[in-house]
């Protein structure tokens, strides 16, 4: 089958051998599957040298392990299909909850895949989290399997087959998961590509810093406390529930740091999204809404913006502020579909007169928020002081 569209987004091979979870590791094959909600990701089947098998998976530059096993407790396909984001689940002795919902299709396989994976072939699945530990449990007509997995030390992988580690911007321009690769069409992706490089060439020149010579500060951790999950209370106008929460690593030209975000609904059923520390060195508050006109543009427009162009929301001009890569670190209660751990998007802020439009994308849609700042007082009395992470 060719892999027109499915390149692989990292130097890892079939057929590469190497030093891994001491003791020799075969890549055997590769599968590329994406979701029903265009989330795609690689699959690399490993056999070991004692005779097992293991899964490394690649999303959004980051490496997974994934190991099958057979479940203490008997979940049945109908018991796993009930569940739903926020629901606990046994695995393995420990309490997991369920933190994703959906269904995936293979879309591409060379060499070997594993016993039931054929391109075509789909799956429901959700995802579980209980602390460290991963899980995914799958499951296709009467059929479930149970895997238990574990994020890899960065550049863990790439020094067990002797591979160079990939930096940020070769993570973004890869192709496959989380990377523009899969945003264009043959015909358009080095186009894009190119639109995509002077953006932030351009911003770099701007920051006027030099990639090559200046050394990147320290990575900023989020505030050590956070707002506590179902907090009730007034903001701007609306009574607000706070009813989901997620860390995020920003990644900008200046550099790296971690911010809370909290998904808010209002009496009315609304929802709004509220950051604590939408740049690098900027710690108010940011309270936004969808943008009541709905901004239409593609994946590939919305990478084309570079800093200090104008960008229209409505009647509105804004001035492009900053360009980053968003990566969710953790998430806890109800989150907007497709928000979940390791899930990487692509965004900038802009400003108009007074107000700040945030927008993010990945490979399949844009979302665009307008905003306002608050100050810390305000969202304490709303909400209260916080609680410790």
Known sequence: MSNAGYNNPTALGVGHEGTLFAQNAKVVGRSVLESADGYRWDEYHLKLADGTATTLVYESGIWKRYDLFDADNALSASDAAACGVGDQVTLRGDSANVVFVGQSRVEFIEGKAPEGYRVGSEAHYFNAEAGSRLFVVSWTGGEVEFYEGQNLPRGEVESAFGLPEPSLLARIFSGGSGGLDSWFDDNSRLLGTILVVCAVMAFVCYQGRSPTTAKPPPQVPAPALRLPGKAQGDLAGHHYVVAGHRLDEI????????????????????HALLIQGLAMDARQWYLFRP?????????????????????????????????????????DGALTPGVRTGAVCYGFTAQTKDEWVLARWNETAVEIQVGSVLSDQEVRQAFGPGVSK
């Open 291 to 331: 943008a009541s006109d709905p901004v239409k543009i593609r994946p590939d427009q919305a990478a084309a913006f570079k800093h200090g162009a104008f960008f229209v929301v409505g009647d509105r001009q804004a001035i492009v502020q900053t360009l980053f890569q968003c990566r969710t670190i953790g998430s």
């Open 251 to 270: 990644a900008e030209m200046q550099g790296t740091f971690d911010r809370h975000e909290y998904e808010l609904v209002d009496e009315q059923g609304g």
